[in-house]
């Protein structure tokens, strides 16, 4: 009959092996949720003015370019 040990392992240890597991993967969700909700938010003012307008290479794609006539409000 075989017999069973008890080994503890050290929370370092146990904390190194799961970020090097998970890590890559949580990773790669992560990226893809925070371009969807961007995506998502683009069309609000508060993250088209906040946000996107002050990132160098795409500011001036979310500029609005309407003369305040043509606003409504």
Known sequence: MARVSF???SPTRFASTLAKQWG???G???VGAGAAALFLLSVTPVVKKG???N???LGNHY???TPASDKPF
């Open 55 to 57: 990132v160098p290479l």
């Open 51 to 53: 946000l996107l307008v």
């Open 24 to 26: 890559p993967t949580l």
């Open 28 to 30: 790669i969700w992560g």
């Open 7 to 9: 080994q503890p392992t």
């Open 63 to 65: 500029e609005d370019k």
